[in-house]
């Protein structure tokens, strides 16, 4: 399915912020793997867990590192991280389910560039996660996999997200989800994640159309740098975008214990959303830049238009100010100054003058329609 516009929302006003790339990493000559201190403390974990085929069900906070499940092959579970400020309980999360230092530094030190790596038994997948919040801003954060035999392990880098409806599948003892292994799981947290783009990506071929109708009917300076924020905006989403169809187009290609073949044929299905997705941002990319093309075009058209009618009133005003100037010069013999109809002969010859260049313009088409 593609983005569409819907007709009984209004025009989106999105609130974008472009930010520089600025990656938490370790100081130089530190050891591999080193995890970075974040300035923001917020951490919470969520523990779900069921035993497929069977209503066995748990869905609970972890309020200590020693609460942390033990590996059991025949439930599966997921481990949902929010918040990256807590680095003991993030090591602790690391320790149980035996995570390689590489694997476990890249799902703190944010950014990192979407991707899947293979680390033994263990799949990590780097994810960029959108999404609109309350006040129409985009806001985008990573989300780190880390699947295994019977367990996901997601890092998120902010609390809050848009994973709740696949919750409550997980709650629904007869969804297929429920009823399957962490791969799957797995595929569906990455399924979901795709899919966000669409809303945000929707919101964003709203907010094009208003611009292209204020660029052609108030070509203002906030428009441009409207366009210029749309512009990249763009940019980032097909930054973040890309490299994550590659990513899952190397799950579907690598073979793995965790990934059953199931799972790869519906993984294809979201390598294809991405693809669409992609070809989206593509377009309004596209349309952003013609934009500021038309809106370079509109200005030069209003400047135009203002130079014409004061080219227009300066040629009209020429002739008068020769024949004024010539009857104010001060000399004593000038036969028109003691003529009785002098004055309003003069008057006449300007008018016939003005109304003569006025009906000329108009039959060139330079005034009027």
Known sequence: MSPKSKKNRSPVKLKMRHRRFRKKHAAIGSRPGELVKHAIKDCSARLIEFAPGTDEYNNREIAEAAALPELDSDRVRWLDIQGLGDLPTIEAVGKRFAIHPLALADAVNVPQRPKADIYGDQILVVMRMVRLAEDQSVQAEQVTLL???????????KPGDILDPLRKRLADSTSRVRNSQSGFLAYAIIDTIVDGYYPVIDAIGDHIESLESRVMNDPSTETLVDLNHTKNLLVDLRRSIGPQREAINSLIREPHQAISDDVRLHLRDVYDHCIQSLDVIE??????????????????????????????????FIPLTFIAGIYGMNFEHMPELKFRWAYPLVWLAMVTISSGMLAFFWKKGWIGK
């Open 147 to 157: 699947i295994g035999k019977g367990y996901v392990v997601t890092f998120q880098e």
């Open 283 to 316: 377009m309004y990319r596209e349309m952003s830049t013609g934009l500021v093309s038309i809106y370079l075009s509109a200005v030069a058209n209003r400047s135009n238009d203002v130079m014409k009618v004061l080219t227009i009133m300066a040629s009209i």
